[in-house]
T-cell receptor
Framework: EAQVTQNPRYLITVTGKKLTVTCSQN?????MSWYRQDPGLGLRQIYY???????DKGDVPEGYKVSRKEKRNFPLILESPSPNQTSLYFC????????????FGNGTRLTVT | GQQVMQIPQYQHVQEGEDFTTYCNSS?????IQWYKQRPGGHPVFLIQLVKSGEVKKQKRLTFQFGEAKKNSSLHITATQTTDVGTYFC??????????FGPGTRLSVLP
């Protein structure tokens, strides 16, 4: 089944403790992206990747890192999480960012205390 | 940079009533996509509009793209409880990234 898989679904952590949210897609998509969703703000792009070893900042990249060592995986790294990074995170992928639908993972709800 | 706005932010309707959400971009778009997110779920692609003035229908859902390609609308006829969720538009300019609107949350009272 074609899908984008995110883990974990829920994560509670403390300020400053490094964490990684994994994202994997099995559709051979070149384009992958991370979003955070906050009430009233919609989906804001954190980072995106056009292909392996190619990553770029989105609209809200501060406090986040990503890597794209393989086509299928695009992990999101929070080196030193802070409470303002408490949010719902979605990974998405598409075969062609110009005119193809984005396929979203099920989301990761992160709470930083 | 490009901004995408949506109105209303919330809409409560009685089952059977119609519903419309409007999407406005600060810049002319190459195309626009619409997504639906059920409560507790993830956004799911509904449709893409590309041409100026384009109208597309999916059963009770009608999507329009403005003549100037800066605005769009989603109209649902005779809402059902299965229509509950948040509807997002996402505007795209060639060579850039999709920018999502803040969404319209629809509640349908049975």
């Amino acid at each position: 089944e074609a899908q984008v898989t995110q883990n974990p679904r829920y994560l509670i952590t403390v300020t400053g403790k490094k964490l990684t949210v994994t994202c994997s897609q099995n559709m051979n998509h070149e384009y992958m992206s991370w979003y955070r969703q906050d009430p009233g703000l919609g989906l804001r792009q954190i980072y995106y990747s056009m292909n392996v070893e190619v990553t770029d900042k989105g609209d809200v990249p501060e406090g986040y890192k990503v890597s794209r060592k393989e086509k299928r995986n695009f992990p999101l790294i929070l080196e030193s999480p802070s409470p303002n990074q408490t949010s719902l995170y979605f990974c998405a992928s598409t075969i062609d960012r110009n005119n193809s639908p984005l396929h979203f993972g099920n989301g990761t709800r992160l709470t930083v205390t | 940079g490009q901004q995408v706005m949506q109105i209303p932010q919330y809409q409560h309707v009685q089952e059977g009533e119609d519903f419309t959400t409007y999407c406005n971009s600060s810049t002319t778009l190459s195309n626009i996509q619409w997504y639906k997110q059920r409560p507790g779920g993830h956004p799911v692609f509904l449709i893409q509009l590309v041409k100026s003035g384009e109208v597309k229908k999916q059963k009770r859902l009608t999507f329009q793209f403005g003549e100037a390609k800066k605005n769009s609308s989603l109209h649902i006829t005779a809402t059902q409880t299965t229509d509950v969720g948040t509807y997002f538009c996402a505007g795209y300019n060639y060579g850039q990234n999709f920018v999502f609107g803040p969404g319209t949350r629809l509640s349908v009272l049975p």
